[in-house]
């Protein structure tokens, strides 16, 4: 079946530009998740959306940053006046939600920002 | 808060080497624990998890990886690593059964390359 689809996969801006990042999660999957990877930074958690729960924004690093999960499938990590330090992997994941938590997460192959 | 630390950022090993990845975690209640890896290319995806159980876990590949409760830690293992295991290797965890959240965190990641 279909996996997690994100677009673009490449993404080059100019700084100062805001970006919009699209992740379609896996069909059922009440959870999605926005992942930043970078060289030598591992995934650096951003935010979390869970079923209608408010979602857990705690990894965001400034307030440039948000994300919506709209009718609970579709999402959109939303960049504003972009700095060169963004630039980065940006991978999103969702998973199935179970009261043990051990459902795996599914991923995207990420877009690629580059921030010029 | 939670976190993962892997203290082994690059690995260079011959192949029929056996190869160990170290990873501690902290938090203090009942978790799950993750490893993912990463192929040259690909996407990530999941090697195998610790939710509960036996506390010696065995995935894909001939991969394994025991949970010590004590040192709040999750190694992995392989005992004769082929070239085909270069990628990058990523520890992960969350809160297990009667958590509040999935959220799931992630390591810095180990970077393991196989010479043949």
């Known amino acids: 079946g279909a996996g997690v689809s994100q677009s673009p996969s490449n993404k080059v801006t100019e700084k100062g530009k805001d970006v919009e990042l699209r992740c379609d999660p896996i069909s059922g999957h009440t959870a999605l998740y926005w992942y930043r990877q970078s060289l030598g930074q591992g995934l650096e958690f951003l935010i979390y959306?869970?079923?209608?729960?408010?979602?857990?924004k705690s990894g965001l690093p400034s307030d440039r940053f948000s994300a919506e999960r709209t009718g609970g499938s579709v999402s959109t990590l939303t960049i504003q006046r972009t700095q060169q330090e963004d630039s980065a992997v940006y991978l999103c994941?969702?998973?199935?939600?179970?009261?043990?938590?051990?459902?795996?997460?599914?991923f995207g192959n990420g877009t690629r920002l580059t921030v010029t | 808060a939670q976190s993962v630390s892997q203290h082994n950022h690059h690995v260079i090993l011959s192949e029929a080497a056996s190869l160990e990845l170290g990873c501690n975690y902290s938090y203090g209640g009942t978790v799950n624990l993750f490893w993912y890896v990463q192929y040259p290319g690909q996407h990530l995806q999941l090697l195998l998890k610790?939710?509960?159980?036996?506390?010696l876990v065995k995935g894909i590949k001939g991969f394994e990886a025991e949970f010590i409760k004590s040192k709040f830690s999750f190694n992995l293992r392989k005992p004769s690593v082929q070239w085909s295991d270069t990628a990058e290797y990523f520890c992960?965890?969350?809160?297990?059964?009667?958590?509040?959240?999935?959220?799931?965190?992630f390591g810095t990641g180990t970077l393991l390359a196989v010479q043949p």
């Open positions: 992960a965890v969350n809160q297990g059964y009667g958590g509040a959240t999935n959220k799931l965190i």
């Open positions: 959306f869970q079923g209608n729960s408010a979602p857990d």
């Open positions: 610790y939710f509960s159980g036996d506390p």
């Open positions: 994941a969702s998973s199935l939600v179970l009261a043990g938590g051990n459902s795996p997460l599914h």
